[in-house]
């Protein structure tokens, strides 16, 4: 074979190879244009554009007197876009060092996501602006990474009425489940997790409004086609002054416990607070794994509102409603009396008064103001568990209140069939004696006692406890208003009530009274001082020598003025020892605070730096 038969060979093979791949191109360009040409000009669209949702600013908490408690600021959040970013292990690794979070936990967002591959994948909420320009720098090399901003709740005032306001968490399985209550909602979102952020939900979160964006291959936004305006939430207006709130926080300091204050002629909580509290704005973004450990950690139980959800021994504050009782059956009147010798048989046991020698023969007026256990004692084997049972329910004890908060406690007031139901045993007089002083079974929680002296008050009507006062709209028009509401007259005349009355304003006022380190020149305050046990000791420790968590409560509860009262208070610090010492004080620094008696809290508060300070207490 000559040079040129090879030759005219070579250049038949190359013009045969030419041609099958021309063939090969056209077959695939019908395949596209002429087979798969519908699903393509879908797909196309469906890159250019898309709908994007934009949420709804949520409603503000303003005090009683319209000055806001919490508000939302922006928040600018990281997503990724499955669809646009073609390279997910490259966008992840790039993103992983600027959010100092794992690439792997990146890539398992993305994939774990159920919804649509261009529909956005939140990455990380509220990042810092430095970080929001970085991103901005380099959004194309970053294709598929978004920044949108989003309104997240922020309480101006830190940790100030945080178990009252409550905090956000992402929504869970459950509650996507449940379309009426969280309409809208998806994976990732915030929702009131707490509070009455929680409770108020419906009227928090608004309503969700979008727009249709034009975007580039990058998913880049080109420009807005349409828009749905978003609704924003409503606010609410609540019970609560912040000047007394603050008050009340400033006055109780590091102590453990809980403090209401109340009017007691409304029902209105003009003051929450549970202490140790916590800083909602911790959760605003999405709390942290070592934030949350830390809270639930700690051994204090900072998320658990003392107030609301946890009961204790009422102690001597109960001898009220034992006065009560033996008034209305007529066992007692003004001016009976029991012999205090220091000590009772009852049964086969012998229960003692705080005061060795006793008190003598006292009226109910004086075992009131000396809080004898003596009297009481006497008092209880002239009625049955039965009386005060009722007696006790009827002022709210050992039953919900029905405020408006998730996780509210009942306590226990206990009768024969419930001791016979519970633990299979019978009932003993010495049991009912317990009660009598607030011991025993006897369980409240300080919201049921401050309901129950604002009754005694109020000449005997016992209100629902309130926290929020009315609802409005974004443009601060009346959308609801929440009345008083009466839950029942407590089943005693108001001259037995007066005999009650007299004795609480003479335990602050009167000598040998046992709240007197509440008393204040030019303001009659009645109240009850009150000192639970914990364990009963088998012998003579001095209380200051048990380690804390056996130490006895403290309480006090009281009303103010006596002839017109405005204000009703409890006041409880746990494990504080004598209500007398540990809690009357506090309630006297709170009355003059409020009534303005030379105090000197609050000079410099309320303001918005006090949230920071309130914070190093949580």
Known sequence: MNSESVSDSRLLFILTLVSLLFIVLFLRLWYIQILQGEKFLTLSEENRIRLVRVKAPRGLFLDTNGQVLVKSRPSFNVFIIPEDAKDLTYIARQLAELLSMPEKDIITKVKKSQRPKFEPVLIQRDIPLSKVAYLEEHKMSLPGVTVEVE????????????????????????????????????????????????????????????KQVEVNASGRELRVLSQKEQKPGHNIVLTIDLHIQSLVEEAFKDKTGAVVVMDPKTGHILAMYSSPSFNPNLFAGGISAADWKSLVENPYHPLQNRAIQATYAPGSTFKMITASTGLEKGVINRNSTFFCGGSVGIGNNVKRCWKAGGHGNVTVIDALKQSCNGYFYRLSEKLGISDLAKFAMSYGLGRKTGINLPNEEPGLIPTEEWK??????????????????????????????????????????????????????SDDRVVKVFKPEIIRKIPIKEENLKIIRRGMWAVVNEEHGTGSKARIEGLDIAGKTGTAQVIKLKSKIKPKMLPEKYRDHAWFVSFAPVDDPKIAMVVFVEHGLKGGDAAAP?????????????????????????????????
């Open 151 to 210: 309104p997240v709740r922020y309480n101006i005032y830190g940790s100030l009425a945080s178990h009252v306001l409550g905090y956000l968490g992402e929504i869970n399985e459950e509650q996507l489940k449940d379309p009426v209550s969280y309409p809208g909602r998806r994976l990732g979102d915030l929702i009131g997790q707490y509070g009455l952020e929680r409770s108020m939900e419906g009227f928090l979160m608004g309503e969700d409004g979008g």
């Open 420 to 473: 016979r139901k519970t633990l299979g045993e019978k009932w003993y007089p010495s049991e009912t004696a317990d009660a009598a002083i607030g011991q025993g079974f006897v369980s409240v929680t300080p919201l049921q006692l401050v309901n129950m002296v604002s009754a005694i008050a109020n000449g005997g009507t016992l209100y629902k406890p309130m926290l929020v006062k009315e609802i409005r709209d």
């Open 586 to 618: 506090i309630a006297k620094i709170i009355y003059e605070g409020i009534f303005n008696k030379n105090s000197e809290l609050t000079k410099d508060i309320p303001t918005e730096n006090r949230g920071s300070r309130m914070e190093n207490r949580g």
